[in-house]
């Protein structure tokens, strides 16, 4: 497993900086938070690892790949998978459809073998549905398989999404806000089934979260960022004392 | 859902569904078979009509109803197609550019060279997102209208040029009578069942591409695009081939029609063409292949029906008589149930059919 490289990373979105020379590491098969107020830059900082936005300067590294100016699929061909903030299934589709786009990544199927239905696309299909089977049992989801995804509720919803991104075979998963709008239940579940995925697969894992419980029931490292600029780095119990990270979360005490 | 789960939960009615399904499947396509027996030609040349805009219908809904891609430009593709099957195949005898290729290797090329000029699009139509790309590919129709007006010595120009009839294992499509079974066989009745095959063969393509993993790849990137990225689905190269997939659907059906027609002129090929293909996939239901289907034998027979019983109908007459012309009333009818269809049945007329099979109440799904 490669560790992924932050290297003074910037972004900036006209007169606004996004992200301000930002160095962090996410070391391999750990879970790495990254925290930090509204608006801190924590969602931009996804932004750029999973292609989407272009980083002003500064790399990111994952392994020997520079990840700075590929494009996103060419990322999760690498093995980066990674989870939205706001959901992103489709509702009609099938949950099982769904986590087969997962493996889009892992399959071949053209337009002529799709459209002839040669035997080895069939082979293909029958594989992968087998594997998105495993995995939606990894999560809990197997009954709900056949059901159109937006039928379902709202934490399932999130599972699903993370199922999917699981069903690529990531090697480092972005999970941003994966327990946002859960209850307390579902959190539960939600946060075993990360800590499973870190342990028995052995994934890297950065988590964007502002349930402080899961983050510390979770990470290994955290990272925290205020308007756009990292202000602590550490073992969750020392960031969690942190005065800068006091004052960012709770703000400063007005000197009389 | 609660509906959807009760389905699911009887045995009976799921076991009984496919079954019911494929008699109706089969008792529609012997009545298809037989038709050619028992219906005049008008009827079979409407039917042809239906047939060749169902396969344009089928490849612009591949775009537009499963990629969210828009194209105005569809009618450049169709000529693109019927134009150049009559540059392969014609003999050149009327002073016109012709290659004398067999006719069943001028189809074929005639459609790849549909596929080709998308392709020579595709670098605009692999970056362009949606309405984007409906507004360029306005400039299509307006460079092919251009082109067939004025390169005469491929077109024939404003006058068009006649279309050599299809031959196929030694039999001619054309209008010498063959007589199968005591009724006299011309290029309708034939062209009905090669129509038919065409229809049959790009229909199940198409729901295979649909159903597999290029048809996921598809509706995920006119579901949420970046998502798409993210996952692995090299979004440019997808909408670009998609873009090539619906053109040669487009010059099929264009060679289609111009066998249907036997003459193809460059008015019939313009922007309003593109916008019938478009009302088809809408009233249909976007994005399946059945939507296709159904919307483009809506859109196509109804002007035909329209004409036929025009003096049955009131305020509808024929064309230069006072009332309104039976094209015009189509017009009006199928605005209307554009209209209708956008308000009141979101997923097209496919979708009452299955509203009707799981037993959903409206307006419960979206």
């Known amino acids: ?50 292609g989407v936005y272009r980083a002003t300067s500064g790399s990111v590294r994952f392994g020997e790949h520079e990840l700075t100016g590929m494009s996103p699929h060419s990322i999760a061909g690498l093995g980066v998978a990674r989870i939205f903030q706001n959901l992103a299934l489709p509702p009609h589709a099938t949950v099982e ?14 337009f002529v073998a799709a459209g002839l239905r040669l035997p080895s696309a069939a082979h293909e299909e029958r594989r992968h549905r087998a594997r998105v089977r495993e995995i939606a049992e990894f999560v809990g989801l197997e009954e709900y398989l056949g059901r159109p995804a937006g039928s379902l509720p709202y ?93 960012a979360y709770l703000g400063e005490e007005a000197t009389p | 859902m609660s509906d959807l789960l009760a389905t699911q939960a009887k045995p009976r009615r799921v076991l009984r569904r496919p079954a019911a399904r494929t008699c109706t499947a089969a008792a529609g396509a012997l009545l298809l078979l037989a038709l050619p027996f028992y219906l005049d030609r008008f009827w079979l040349q409407a039917g042809l009509f239906a047939m060749a805009a169902a396969i344009g219908a089928i490849g612009i809904n591949l775009l537009t109803g499963a990629t969210g891609q828009l194209s105005m430009g569809h009618a450049f593709f169709l000529a693109v197609g019927a134009y150049s099957y009559c540059v392969f195949a014609a003999d050149g005898g009327d002073g016109l550019t012709g290659l ?16 080709g000029a998308g392709g020579l699009f595709s670098p605009i139509a692999g970056r362009l997102r949606g309405p984007y790309l409906g507004i360029a590919t306005i400039a299509l129709i307006f460079i092919g209208q251009h082109v067939l007006f004025n390169a005469r010595d491929l077109t024939g120009g404003f006058n068009g040029r006649d279309v050599p009839p299809l031959s196929l294992f030694g039999l001619t499509f054309d209008d010498r009578e063959l007589l199968v079974a005591n009724v006299p066989f011309g290029s309708a009745e034939k062209l009905w069942y090669a129509g038919l095959v ?45 873009f090539v997939l619906s053109s040669m659907y487009a010059g099929l059906a264009g060679v289609l029609l111009a066998l249907v027609f036997q003459r193809t002129v460059p008015d019939y090929f313009g922007i309003t063409l593109s916008l019938e293909y478009l009302a088809m996939i809408v009233i249909g239901g976007l994005g399946s292949v059945s939507g296709a289907v159904v919307g483009a034998a809506f859109v196509s027979l109804l002007p035909q029906l329209l004409t036929r019983y025009s003096d049955a109908l ?15 009333a189509s017009r009006y009818l199928y605005g209307a149930a554009i209209v209708a269809v956008v308000l009141f049945l979101p997923g097209g007329l496919v979708r009452v059919a299955a509203r009707r099979r799981f037993g959903r109440k409206p307006g419960e799904e979206r």
Not at chain 1, 17 to 46: E, M, Q, W, Y
Not at chain 1, 97 to 110: E, F, Q, V
Request: glycine letters at 12%; one cysteine or more; hydrophobic letters at 50%.
């Open chain 2, 100 to 115: 004398g290729l067999p006719t069943w290797l001028a189809v074929v090329l005639a459609t790849l060279v549909a596929g």
């Open chain 1, 155 to 247: 934490g399932q919803q999130k599972l699903a999404e993370l199922a999917r991104a699981l069903c690529m075979e990531p090697r480092l998963l972005l999970l941003d806000e994966p327990v946002a709008g859960m209850t307390a239940d579902e959190r539960r579940r939600v946060a075993a089934v990360i800590a499973g995925v870190r342990d028995s697969l052995g994934i890297s894992i950065v988590l964007v979260e502002h349930d402080m419980g899961v983050v510390m029931r979770l990470a290994d490292t955290v990272t925290v960022l205020d308007f756009g600029r990292l202000i602590a780095d550490g073992a969750p119990a020392d960031v969690q004392n942190d005065p800068d990270v006091v004052r």
């Open chain 2, 314 to 328: 009131p305020l509808v007459s024929a064309p230069g008589t006072g009332g309104i012309a039976p094209g015009e």
């Open chain 2, 198 to 242: 065409l229809l049959l063969g790009g229909a199940l393509f198409a729901r295979g591409v649909l159903r597999g993993r290029p048809g996921r790849a598809m509706n995920a990137i006119r579901d949420h695009r970046i998502a798409a990225g993210v996952i692995g689905v090299p979004v440019a190269r997808y909408r670009a081939a998609v």
């Open chain 1, 97 to 110: 459809d769904s986590l087969l786009l997962g493996r889009h990544r892992l399959t071949r199927t053209g």
């Open chain 1, 1 to 50: 497993m490669p560790s992924l490289n932050v290297d003074h990373l910037t972004v900036r979105f006209a007169g606004l900086l996004a992200l301000d020379d930002v160095t962090f590491t996410v070391r391999p098969g750990t879970v790495h938070a990254l925290i930090g107020p509204n608006g801190a830059g924590k969602s931009t900082c996804f932004n750029v690892l999973s």
